[in-house]
């Protein structure tokens, strides 16, 4: 057994996480920096924390992942980070030339209290920042929030930084994804572009992420938002939030700044939840839903009726991100699923309000918990205790998976022994579709591989 | 054409600030092999750049992820916010096999304090402690390590006094790594911290002898992609009885006895030299460099051991092995050094394996053109004969250098100096010795140390090898040019690469990723073909 220690019983443990359902902020904000064009993300604090982000990120997208890091010793811990990142600043520029620094935080130098804006500036007065070139930053403490905090804590210094109040009004709607794939990010794009609506979506990680092979490194792959389309975005007409927990953050901060007013959704994985984001741009973009929208929407309508004797009543345990919980969840409900067990190490507020809110009178029984030890040790405890039928989560669900001989489908961050996240997308209808065959196939693949040999199936 | 090195620094050079040129243009060394024995000095073990883009990590990587989390059964509590916990978790491939179904193994399991603002302002040791109860009442270890992450030094958290206070109250061995993230300059201080820790928490806390005769320790193993366990087998057939690894596959109880060995031979030169150093001193333990990468090298070390033992059974026994071993090698290295033979290497990794690795593509005809270590110190490069010299600087000072002296009971010296002056007489019997990276490269290749992302795109332009390798931050960039990258920390999730089989392995890889078909395809039948940039020319 992999993880032989875990009982059934639980211990109320006040102090110790096992085995967590989250990790820490700064590596959020530098996924969310990977989706502006041009740009390097920073670390300030020590080189651990930009090593081991890169190598997450890294593990995740099968592509490189650059940035770099202000390089704490026990000087700069002592008497200040200033003198590091300024020398950073400088080094970055000579060497890499990117448009933008986008500098992070990390929980060193937010103890020491390093004053960001106040070293920018410094580095501004002192010619280091060349013309035409920006370097913003977000506090990303590690010891408050988690990864996605820090997504959305540089989401939101987008906004703060570059979003133009001055910027010509336009029927643009500004779409800010929260934390999905570069292969979501694509799709919704391409969503908006089907239905006629102009768009600014950032951060924008396609074409970063998910980079073609073509015998040259580009540092700067071709993707990502660019400052000018954020800047223009504060002359948006409208603009949608997706996922509270990654995106409330810029979406309000786009509207206090720049006065676009803002509507927040819930990330539009599964059936409901893209039907809520479709109904909302064609209503504020006043276009038309084209029939093939509609179609791929009936398909997916299609195959969830076909193929619904797998899928009635199947308990489920899972673990990720809140955003992307609450959506999947409301979907394995509407597939007459049912999602026991929820967990995300996140610290959500209303997280439980919005679990129940999207299974209505469903799953009772079901249990959530996020925060503080909401963690896999505790999820493998539940199952222990009363077993599921599928298990979905990151790649860390597998030892649970195997131990308890439970389907498993890898979803959320990290993913980091399989490909195909970063190149088809979850959200939206062909989302929904691939969830669906993943769940499908979970369950069907463990009846042919269970099943006797008189009750093999030919067809299914 | 081939590349000048010296015209190719110089370029690299250029676009760096003036002391940024200075600092790099000692860590950038063009080898040669002097008329003294000496080759040029670099400057290695000092800070990287900010902003430079280093592959280096941090001290707590290097304390709990290199050296003490191999071992399966100390169960390792990280002090601090979520994430370092979290990135080590699971993530080096040390394997790692129990004894039984029953035995403990907390491997696959990730602790930590999880420490929110409250715990930062007010101060995380009541957490610590209450972490620690909570550990001990559900998993029941023998001993538990802390492991103290960057803002635990900051806001003055006393992990050692912890540790000490739950010793007492719990009643199992409890110790406390000051390991945060910015102690040193790269992961080597966290190698050094957590050695000091091994040396004064575990080893010699269990007295039991065994008695077979030939009793060894491996040290700064790993057991990456099952490495370990190859040399296991081999180790087991010649008869050779290892007592403890440091730290593959090891428990708590392996290392505590592992003062009960007669040989320590260390692999992984920079991560755990200090510990065969102290047990020498405290118990009399000679110790020996080894390398068990590539064939030859796996074949040499045996005999040494032959030799250190003096006992022609074990000789004859080790030669067994090694000729049935070199006769399944042989056939796979001829096969791949017919297709590989003159192909071109580069290697950026650790602070061993950057020279080990050579070995092995030796063996196939590949060449070593450039090559240097993450957090590799000079001795690592030049040889341990540069040792005397070194200056101390303000970064290494603060990293505790035990005073060890002969255990009054214990110190029982394994040979004579007169055995040992013997033994040494023969040739490549040299004890406590490493003679470095530099002295075993060509003449002209480059040694380059802690290489920056920058640096590595102009000498990858510049000489165009056949393989690079790196680590998974290196990897994809790399091979977005269309260079195949062979991570050397994770193996690409392969191996294992020591000893004679993994030789096969590692043959067998090498000869897949250099030859794949797929770097050919990279422009469509509907563009013109892709220039290759020139190489730097040669004067």
Known sequence: MLLRHTTDEVLERTSLTINPAKTCQPVGAMYAALGLHNCLPHSHGSQGCCSYHRSALTKHYKEPVMAASSSFTEGASVFGGQANLLQAIQTIFTLYNPDVIAVHTTCLSETIGDDLVQIIAKAVAEGKVPEGKHVIHASTPSYQGSHVTGFSNMAKALVTYFADPEAAKSKQITLLPGWVEPSDMRELKSLAARLGVEIALYPDTSDVLDAPHTGKHEFYPRGGATVEQIKASGGSQAAIGMGPSASQASLEALQSKC?????????????????????????????????????????????????????????????????????????????????????????????????????????????????????????????KQEPVDLLIGNTYGKYIARDED??????????????????????????????????????????????????????? | MSVDPRVLKEEILQIYPKKLRQKRSESIVINEHREDGSVPEIKANVRSNPGIITQRGCTYAGCKGVVIGPSRDILSLVHGPIGCSFYAWLTRRNQTRPESLEAQNFINYCLSTDMQEENIVFGGEKKLKEAVREAFHLFHPKAIAIFSTCPVGLIGDDVHAVAREMKAELGINIFGFSCEGYRGVSQSAGHHIANNGLFKHIIGNDETEHTERFKINLLGEYNIGGDGFVLEDILNRCGIKQISTFSGNSTYATMANSHTADLNLVMCHRSINYVAEMMEKRFGIPWMKVNFIGATATAKSLRRIGEYFEDDGL?????????????????????????????????????????????????????????GYEFGHRDDYEGRKVLPGLKVDADSKNIEEIDVVPDPERFRPRRTPEQIARLEAMTEMEFRDYVGMMPEMDSDAMVIDDISHYETERILEAYRPDIFCAGIKEKFGVQKMGIPCKQLHSYDYGGPYAGFAGAINFFNDIDRLVNMKIWRYATPPWQPPTEQPEQVAAD
């Not at chain 1, 999602?339 to 995300?344: E, G, H, L, R, S």
């Not at chain 1, 980091?416 to 369950?443: N, T, W």
């Open chain 1, 406 to 460: 439970i389907p498993f489908i890898r979803h959320g961050f990290p993913i980091l022994d399989r490909v195909g996240h970063s190149y088809f997308p979850s959200v939206g209808y062909a989302g929904a579709m691939r969830l669906l065959e993943k769940i499908l196939c979970a369950f069907m693949d463990r009846q042919d591989r269970d099943a006797p040999e008189e009750r093999f199936e030919l067809t299914m």
């Open chain 1, 259 to 383: 006065g676009v007013p803002g509507t927040l959704l819930e990330l539009p994985i599964g059936l409901q939840a893209t039907d809520r984001f479709i109904d909302t741009l064609r209503n504020l973009a006043g276009v038309a839903v084209p029939q093939s929208i509609t179609d791929e929407r009936g398909r997916l309508l299609d195959v969830i009726s076909d193929m619904h004797q797998y899928l009635h009543g199947k308990r489920v345990a899972i673990f990720g991100d809140p955003d992307q919980l609450v959506s999947l969840v409301e979907f394995l409900n509407l597939l007459d699923m049912k999602p026991v067990y929820i967990v995300t190490g996140t610290p959500t507020p209303q997280f439980e309000n919005r679990i129940r809110a999207v299974l209505g009178d469903n799953v009772p029984e079901a249990k959530i918990k996020a925060g503080q030890q909401a963690d896999m040790y505790l999820l493998h405890q539940w199952i």
């Open chain 2, 315 to 371: 000789k004859a026994r080790i030669e067994e092995v090694i000729a049935e071993e070199m006769a399944k090698v042989e056939v796979v290295q001829a096969l791949v050094k017919s297709r590989c033979q003159g192909k071109t290497a580069m290697l950026f990794v650790g602070g061993s394996r950057a020279h080990h690795y050579q070995q092995l593509f030796t063996e196939i005809g590949m060449k070593t053109v450039v090559a």
